[in-house]
């Protein structure tokens, strides 16, 4: 039995298996991004272990076809299995050992990517300072003690979190806090008291669209409920305030935008649903953005962000010019030109956290260097053998 | 051969062990004092020349659009979204109040909708205009000259033990805006401030135009090879019950108008040269009414003076196709240099009756 399994782990059929459904998810993955969006199917088809076909309407679902992770995992572990069975330490598998090494390092490093890697954004303004980034798709309520005069406590409760539990305490905070609701997407309303109620809107698919997270949560100590508060990313973001206003403004009472505050304990506390946060050791601050465009044209050349890099703790202060292909890469994080405001005056940065960004490099080299020694070591074998 | 599994196993669940600990989880940080969600791009940059008396403020804070003399112990607040100036006070034994100035422009009623909405903060009812006339005392307003002062208290609202239980505000209109400075805090803190209070509206020195909230202009990627369509639509002016919507295919601007239970659409789109002609797209448009094409001598349309050009109209009834319902229709055609764009509000007469005349005016705004 042990033999037979080893033999269908280690089988060549086994990687050709892998290796065409892997082409298969790929072209079906391509082809479900026109109604999905990018990243609905990244999560469904190649971050999962089984693709799911739910029909209109229906409360079940059956798989349908093996998933990234499965067909990833089953590669990785017959690429293990074969390397295993087979390692010979000898001048002459050297090439191929470090071929299947290379390739290994390359799936665990894409593993270990899809699995640590952060992205961010941070948004500066020329002339001022940044030291944190944002999640461009993830949300989290923030309830902030704001009793100390200069300094906040936050406690930062990620939209996943709300999503899933139905009660959540923390051993920061001196009371609960029940999810009423929680919708991945929602639509601003004007109430009757002039502040603004969110309803449930479908999930953005486009590239180009954002889902703009809301919930209703009360706060419940040992004295009793301090109230029942919709938050959502449309009163706390200025643009979502923008349009808000745009849309509602008649209908709001002047301090719509104010976070809801309660006093608990002596403490005085403040709700805040916003984009996650990703605080950093260090400020950037926008010295200056350039855009130029081909001369007569709305064409772009070139962006460029000239900022200044301060870092207290290490006497850090020096400036740095990030332009397209030439990306900040500072304390395991990578800041590259991803955009900008319109009016020039505003640069948006991507912050790119991705712990394993090295393997892929290793990887290729690894197979490089592999298939170099085995078809040199094939050819020194032939020149030798040929007759003089 | 099970050491070869053992090992195999061993090396698997290592990896899968080392990755499955990145779940995000609740973070707790402390960090110094700062504004919440704000976003840069929208309060503007900072006037150098002001010489405004500000404490300790940041390189990256936004311009003042007001002045004014700090009372003693109130503590200046960095400003945040649509207040210009925050402050909060806090006194020996904790209780706390809070100042904010925030600029709206000026409307209908706007100032006592705002009077009320105080109100129900304090758990009062609303009144009507002549009562919060009675209520309403003149003060001095800095260089807005006089404001209205009003001070309400309550019980306190729910989800507070003992904060925001009065409110003391003033309206100043300056300009075109009209200046909210209101204090709110618990009772008596807000009872012995008031001095302060009256002292800081005094002072208060409006030195500029008040801060337009941009419009949700979305951030352009590096990647774009070009700058988006968008960006060259024309400025029009949106009337405030417009609720922009995400256009289809072929449209640039689409927005939707609801008022108790009826709705109409407008949408914008443009096409090169006269795209077919005004008698093609006047026909195009009664046959979306399910009427028949436009003859000789058809007296629904008319035209229009719009950005020095003669535009055509067309105010037609009928059954919407597309929903079987009785629908009205405003469309205009627009011709420009080598296009034409085509304006169109559709849906329950009701609502087209009301809005027809925004909706030219809205055309207008454009050119």
Same mark, same amino acid.
């Given at each position: 039995m042990a033999t037979k399994i080893v033999n269908v782990l280690t089988s060549l059929r086994l990687t050709v298996l892998c290796l065409a459904l892997a082409l298969g998810l790929v072209f079906i993955g391509t082809l479900a991004q026109v109604k999905w969006g990018l990243y609905v199917v990244q999560h469904d088809f190649f971050g999962s272990f089984l693709v799911w076909w739910r029909p209109e309407g229906a409360s079940w679902r059956v798989p349908v076809y093996p998933g990234g992770y499965l067909i990833g995992g089953v590669l990785l572990l017959n690429l293990i299995a074969a390397h295993l069975k087979r390692f010979?330490?000898?001048?002459?598998?050297?090439?191929?050992?470090?071929?299947?090494?290379?390739?290994?390092?390359?799936?665990v490093g894409q593993l270990f990517t899809q699995l640590f890697q952060v992205e961010s954004f941070m948004a500066i303004e020329e002339g001022?300072? =940044?030291?944190?980034?944002?999640?461009a798709r993830y949300a989290e309520l923030a309830v902030i003690d704001k009793t100390d005069p200069k300094t906040d406590l936050v406690v930062a409760i990620?939209?996943?979190?709300?999503?899933?539990?139905?009660?959540?305490?923390?051993?920061?905070?001196?009371? =609960?806090?029940?999810?009423?609701s929680?919708?991945?997407?929602?639509?601003? =309303?004007p109430a009757k008291n002039g502040t603004v109620n969110f309803i449930q809107e479908k999930l953005a698919t486009a590239m180009d669209d954002r889902n703009i997270p809301a919930t209703t949560v009360e706060i419940v100590t040992d004295e009793g409920s301090k109230g029942v508060f919709p938050v959502s990313n449309w009163i706390t973001e200025d643009k979502l305030v923008a349009t808000v206003m745009k849309n509602f403004g008649g209908q709001l009472k002047p301090d719509f935008t104010e976070p809801p505050q309660f006093s608990y304990k002596g403490h005085m506390y403040e709700l805040a649903m916003r984009p996650m946060r990703f605080y950093k050791d260090y400020t950037i601050s926008l010295k200056n953005f350039t855009h130029d465009r081909y001369a007569g044209t709305d064409i772009p050349k070139n962006f460029a962000s000239r900022v200044e890099l301060i870092n207290p703790e290490k006497q850090e202060d020096r400036e740095v010019k990030i332009y397209m292909n030439n990306p900040l890469r500072y304390n395991g994080e990578t800041y590259y030109q991803a955009g900008f405001e319109p009016g020039d005056t505003v640069t948006i940065l991507q912050v790119v956290r991705n712990p394993s960004w090295l393997t892929p490099y290793v990887a290729c080299t690894m197979v490089g260097a592999g298939l170099l020694i085995q078809f040199l070591s094939h050819l020194v074998k032939f020149s030798r053998r040929r007759p003089a | 051969m099970i050491r070869f599994l053992v090992t195999l196993s061993a090396i698997t669940s290592s990896i899968l062990l080392v990755g499955c600990g990145g779940e995000r989880d609740i973070k707790t940080y402390r960090i110094a004092k700062e504004e919440t969600g704000s976003h840069p791009g929208l309060a503007g940059k900072e006037d150098t020349n002001a010489g405004h008396n500000h404490g300790d403020e940041?390189?990256?804070?936004?311009a003042p659009q007001v002045h004014w003399e700090l009372p003693a112990g109130w503590k200046e607040q960095k400003p945040d979204r649509m207040r210009v100036a925050s402050f909060q006070i806090t006194s020996d034994d904790g209780r706390m109040a809070e100042v904010v100035v925030i600029p709206l422009p000026q409307g209908n009623d706007i100032e006592n909708q705002a009077v009320n909405f105080w109100r129900q903060e304090v758990g009062l009812e609303p009144l009507n205009a002549t009562d919060?006339?009675?209520?309403?005392?003149?003060?001095?307003?800095g260089t807005a000259g006089s404001g209205n002062l009003y001070e309400m208290s309550g019980a306190a609202p729910k989800g507070s033990d003992k904060l925001k239980s009065r409110v003391i505000g003033v309206v100043a209109p300056h300009?075109?805006?009209?200046?909210?400075?209101?204090?709110?805090?618990?009772?008596?803190?807000?009872?012995?401030?008031?001095p302060n209070f009256l002292k800081f509206v005094k002072s208060l020195h409006f030195s500029a135009p008040a801060p337009q909230l941009a419009l949700a202009e979305k951030p352009v990627s590096t990647n774009s090879k070009k700058i988006p369509a968008s960006a060259d639509l024309p400025k029009w002016k949106v009337p405030q019950n417009w609720l922009e919507k995400t256009p289809g295919p072929m449209l640039l601007a689409s927005y939707h108008i609801a008022e108790q239970g009826a709705e109409a659409d407008v949408t914008i789109s443009k096409f090169p040269g006269e795209a077919g002609g005004q008698a093609a797209n006047i026909s195009r448009w009664r046959n979306q009414l399910g009427l028949p094409p436009a003859g000789e001598g058809d007296s629904s349309a008319s035209s229009v003076e719009i950005g020095g050009k003669t535009a055509y109209v067309v105010d037609i009834k009928g059954t919407n196709a597309r929903t079987g319902k009785p629908a009205r229709m405003v469309a205009l055609g627009v011709p420009r240099t080598d296009e034409t764009w085509f304006y169109k509000l559709l849906g329950d007469e009701a609502v087209v009756e009301k809005e027809k005349n925004a909706f030219i005016q809205f055309v207008k705004s454009a050119y």
């Open positions: 010979e330490l000898s001048k002459k598998k050297l090439g191929i050992f470090v071929i299947h090494a290379g390739l290994i390092l390359l799936l001022s300072s =940044r030291n944190y980034s944002e999640s990620p939209q996943s979190v709300l999503a899933h539990r139905k009660e959540i305490s923390d051993k920061n905070l001196p009371f =609960r806090l029940k999810v009423q929680f919708y991945e997407n929602s639509e601003p =309303r | 940041m390189e990256a804070a936004p919060l006339e009675q209520q309403r005392q003149k003060v001095e307003a300009d075109e805006m009209l200046w909210f400075i209101k204090m709110r805090g618990e009772d008596s803190l807000v009872s012995e401030q008031k």
